[in-house]
């Protein structure tokens, strides 16, 4: 390929609207360009390097016994009534009726239509297993698409799904997922951790995610050096280490005017912040008044938060707060009004001292003991786990970071083939639903999470694995007579040896060259420069470590295709 026929319309200075370097770095280097909010055309480098992950992930599907398939990208909206999703699932899902006012959806992901397509066809135990997947485009109508890739509105998603006939069946497909998506993010070139999950609309009980990690990940995660765990901050739960009050565990009313912050409490009786139990006042998903008690030094867990109190829960309302009795900075378990529920975080069930609101303004109680005074309705994980908790394997204390997530594994169980009849034939003559596994890669998400992981002052470092072109050749002077023909030469023994090259034809400064080469990424750069020529030389820069050696001509093709083919995925 020359780069003069080349279509990426290079910037040279930074998208204003651009916050992350991947979102910044594919605009400038020629390989996206915005469409509307969240919607994104793939222009021809960062689509062959798109197509290399694709194909990456479709070795390790079919490595690990999936069938690739391809089902359409308009849904029956019935069918997301028959697994109760339709209204469920929110906003974010695209609806709308054909021209006979048939209501469709765009799919987002497709439960569904598997289990729509597959409950007429699997239906006895000697059939099964059986793991089917697609890459499509997804839909998301997300209320506010940023970062790019990152967050879009249309998405490429590799999606599988498994059909078991026991658990045992079941976990030895999850495993081999978990396997091929670990495979995925190596032969990517990325850093990620598996990482324990909520399910969130997807629904099921067990979910590892696959993080990338990255500063600028939107998603944060604690993990343990010492045991291996790891899992996001919906889903990590841990004994959080708690203190108790002051006083010697009597119920005692303290004085404690304007001091409605845990800051000022714990100031106040000169103990830590996790000594302190913080009060937050809610209506639920149904309406209803809720008091939920958490560790002082720890925050409510939304996620979690939403599996207790359902979605839509909310903070009560200032007019809320009088209408219900309570008292902002001095809410607590202790003389709760009537009527409201009382959920206490899991971490405090061992706890009998504690500091908290008196339900008075400008009182604290101390020495309030579970049991005794007060009856909690419910104990339940409420809190998002922090660095320095301890580790719920080892113990040990745990480390936070931020992440990328580029994929996920599920086991769905029998969620939507009990509610859409996909149902199959054991050994035994009984009817029994199929036991599900979901398994989503984010092939785009993907492309963004390398460039956030590779990447450099001067541009993209791309991993050899997934780069658009694995060499490019930079003549400096294409009208030179020594010059070029050793360019032309390089470049036809190195497509010999089954290379990806870019030739930079073009009649450009060095400087440019140079400069669009290290923004656009290619992972050798082989300069033919007329001094080195005439010496029987060019020169070889490595893009990730920058280092430069000067290689005779004749040797350079096969010195280049040995490092490549080492690199190769």
Same mark, same amino acid.
């Given at each position: 390929?020359?780069?003069?026929?080349?279509?990426?319309?290079?910037?040279?200075?930074? =998208?204003?609207?651009?916050?992350l370097?991947?979102h910044? %770095?594919?605009?400038?280097?020629?390989?996206i360009r915005k469409?509307?909010a969240?919607?994104y055309?793939?222009?021809?480098?960062?689509w062959?390097?798109?197509?290399?992950?694709?194909?990456?992930?479709r070795?390790?599907?079919?490595?690990?016994?999936?069938?690739?398939?391809?089902?359409?990208?308009?849904?029956?909206a019935? %069918?997301?009534?028959? &697994?109760g999703?339709?209204?469920?699932?929110?906003?974010e899902?695209?609806r709308?009726?054909?021209?006979?006012?048939?209501?469709f959806?765009?799919?987002?992901?497709?439960?569904?239509?598997?289990?729509?397509l597959?409950r $007429?066809?699997?239906r006895s135990y000697k059939?099964? =297993?059986? $793991?089917?997947?697609?890459?499509?485009?997804?839909?998301?109508?997300e209320f506010?698409?940023?970062?790019g890739?990152m967050?879009g509105?249309?998405?490429?998603?590799k999606d599988?799904?498994?059909?078991?006939?026991?658990q045992e069946?079941?976990?030895?497909?999850?495993d081999?997922?978990?396997?091929?998506?670990?495979?995925?993010?190596?032969?990517?070139g990325?850093?990620?951790?598996?990482?324990v999950?909520?399910?969130?609309?997807?629904g099921?009980?067990?979910?590892v995610?696959?993080?990338?990690?990255?500063?600028?990940?939107?998603?944060?995660?604690?993990?343990?050096?010492?045991?291996?765990?790891?899992?996001?901050?919906e889903a990590?739960?841990?004994?959080?280490?708690?203190s108790?009050?002051?006083?010697d565990?009597t119920?005692?009313?303290?004085?404690?005017?304007g001091l409605?912050?845990?800051?000022?409490?714990a100031?106040f009786?000169?103990?830590p912040e $996790?000594?302190?139990?913080?009060?937050l006042?809610?209506?639920?998903a149904?309406?209803?008044p809720v008091?939920?008690?958490?560790?002082g030094?720890h925050e409510?867990?939304?996620?979690?938060?939403? /599996?207790?109190?359902?979605?839509?829960?909310r903070l009560?309302t200032?007019?809320?707060?009088?209408?219900?009795g309570?008292?902002?900075?001095?809410?607590?378990?202790?003389?709760?009004?009537?009527?409201?529920?009382?959920?206490?975080?899991k971490s405090?069930?061992? &706890?009998k001292?504690?500091t908290?609101?008196?339900?008075?303004?400008?009182? /604290?109680?101390?020495?309030?003991c579970?049991?005794?005074?007060?009856?909690?309705?419910e104990?339940a994980?409420?809190?998002?786990?922090?660095?320095?908790d301890?580790?719920p394997?080892c113990?040990?204390?745990?480390?936070?970071?931020?992440?990328?997530e580029? &994929?996920?594994v599920?086991?769905?169980?029998?969620?939507y083939?009990?509610?859409m009849?996909a149902y199959?034939?054991?050994?035994?003559?009984?009817?029994? =639903?199929?036991i599900m596994?979901?398994?989503g890669v984010g092939v785009?998400?993907? %492309?963004?999470?390398? *460039?956030?992981? /590779?990447?450099d002052? $001067?541009?993209i470092?791309?991993p050899?694995? *997934?780069?658009?072109?694995?060499?490019?050749?930079?003549?400096?002077?294409?009208?030179?007579?020594?010059?070029?023909? *050793?360019?032309?030469k390089?470049s036809a023994? %190195?497509?010999e040896?089954?290379i990806?090259?870019?030739?930079?034809?073009?009649k450009?400064?060095?400087?440019?060259?140079?400069?669009?080469?290290d923004?656009?990424?290619?992972p050798?750069?082989i *300069?033919?420069?007329?001094?080195?020529?005439?010496?029987g030389?060019v020169?070889?820069?490595d893009?990730?470590?920058?280092?430069?050696s000067?290689?005779?001509?004749d040797?350079v093709?096969?010195?280049?295709?040995q490092?490549?083919?080492?690199a190769?995925?």
């Amino acid at each position: 390929m020359k780069m003069s026929r080349l279509y990426a319309p290079t910037l040279k200075e930074d =998208p204003t609207e651009a916050e992350l370097a991947s979102h910044r %770095l594919l605009l400038r280097a020629g390989m996206i360009r915005k469409e509307a909010a969240g919607l994104y055309t793939y222009l021809p480098l960062a689509w062959r390097s798109i197509r290399k992950i694709e194909n990456i992930v479709r070795d390790e599907m079919d490595t690990h016994d999936a069938q690739e398939l391809m089902m359409p990208i308009m849904v029956d909206a019935d %069918l997301w009534r028959q &697994s109760g999703r339709i209204d469920a699932y929110g906003k974010e899902l695209v609806r709308f009726n054909d021209r006979h006012e048939r209501e469709f959806v765009l799919g987002p992901t497709h439960e569904e239509t598997i289990t729509a397509l597959v409950r $007429n066809e699997l239906r006895s135990y000697k059939q099964l =297993p059986v $793991n089917l997947y697609h890459i499509q485009d997804k839909f998301r109508d997300e209320f506010r698409p940023r970062y790019g890739l990152m967050r879009g509105r249309e998405f490429i998603m590799k999606d599988a799904y498994s059909f078991s006939a026991t658990q045992e069946s079941l976990q030895e497909e999850y495993d081999k997922m978990k396997e091929a998506y670990a495979n995925i993010c190596v032969r990517c070139g990325l850093k990620a951790l598996p990482v324990v999950a909520d399910s969130g609309e997807i629904g099921g009980d067990t979910s590892v995610e696959f993080m990338a990690l990255a500063d600028a990940g939107e998603a944060s995660l604690v993990y343990c050096d010492d045991c291996g765990f790891a899992a996001d901050d919906e889903a990590a739960s841990t004994t959080v280490a708690v203190s108790e009050g002051p006083g010697d565990g009597t119920l005692t009313k303290v004085e404690t005017p304007g001091l409605g912050t845990i800051a000022d409490v714990a100031k106040f009786f000169g103990f830590p912040e $996790n000594g302190t139990r913080k009060a937050l006042a809610i209506i639920d998903a149904e309406g209803n008044p809720v008091v939920a008690i958490v560790p002082g030094d720890h925050e409510l867990n939304d996620c979690k938060a939403e /599996h207790v109190f359902g979605k839509g829960y909310r903070l009560m309302t200032d007019e809320e707060l009088e209408e219900n009795g309570l008292f902002k900075g001095f809410i607590g378990p202790v003389n709760l009004p009537e009527g409201i529920r009382l959920v206490c975080d899991k971490s405090l069930e061992g &706890s009998k001292s504690w500091t908290c609101g008196a339900n008075e303004v400008d009182y /604290h109680f101390t020495g309030a003991c579970p049991g005794r005074d007060f009856t909690p309705d419910e104990w339940a994980d409420l809190v998002t786990v922090v660095a320095g908790d301890p580790c719920p394997h080892c113990g040990r204390p745990l480390a936070s970071a931020r992440g990328i997530e580029v &994929s996920q594994v599920f086991q769905l169980g029998t969620k939507y083939s009990e509610a859409m009849g996909a149902y199959f034939m054991d050994e035994d003559g009984k009817e029994k =639903p199929l036991i599900m596994g979901c398994y989503g890669v984010g092939v785009s998400r993907t %492309l963004a999470a390398i *460039v956030e992981q /590779h990447n450099d002052e $001067n541009g993209i470092i791309w991993p050899v694995s *997934v780069a658009p072109y694995e060499v490019s050749i930079i003549p400096l002077d294409v009208n030179d007579d020594l010059v070029w023909p *050793v360019a032309e030469k390089v470049s036809a023994a %190195l497509a010999e040896k089954g290379i990806e090259v870019i030739v930079d034809d073009r009649k450009e400064r060095p400087g440019v060259k140079f400069a669009d080469n290290d923004l656009m990424g290619f992972p050798y750069q082989i *300069v033919c420069g007329k001094k080195a020529v005439k010496n029987g030389n060019v020169e070889l820069k490595d893009r990730a470590t920058g280092e430069r050696s000067e290689v005779a001509i004749d040797e350079v093709a096969e010195k280049v295709a040995q490092l490549v083919l080492a690199a190769r995925a």
